[in-house]
Nanobody, 122 residues
């Protein structure tokens, strides 16, 4: 069973930085596009960033130029470097793994992590 474990959340002041990590385990035959989503209180979960197996990346307009997604294949970990944080970035941040081509039969279409809280004060 694939597991995603996020870490690195916390409380920072506006303008500060945090780096989130998402460790992927038990994925043997699965290939993924890795994503970060976030959900603020009272709002729907929204896309933040993604990185595919060929390392191509995408970002929500709201975080472009401030956030950077990367992956360390040797550590099976995806990172989200968040700079110039704003109070509106406050949310629970979730890692999501989307099944990619050439995955094994038993790989599910997607997996979610449990989330890590980011709070940015003004």
């Amino acid at each position: 069973q694939v597991q995603l474990v996020e870490s690195g959340g916390g409380s920072v002041e506006a303008g500060g930085s945090l780096r989130l990590s998402c460790a992927v385990s038990d994925y043997t035959d699965c290939r993924f596009t890795m994503n970060w989503y976030r959900q603020a209180p009272g709002k729907e979960r929204e896309f933040v960033s993604a990185i595919s197996s060929d390392a191509s990346t995408s970002y929500a307009d709201s975080v472009k130029g401030r956030f950077t997604i990367s992956q360390d294949n040797a550590k099976n970990t995806v990172y989200l470097q968040m700079n110039s944080l704003k109070p509106e970035d406050t949310a629970m941040y979730y890692c999501k793994a989307d099944r990619a081509a050439f995955s094994g039969y038993f790989c599910r279409n997607y997996y979610w992590g449990q989330g890590t809280q980011v709070t940015v004060s003004s």
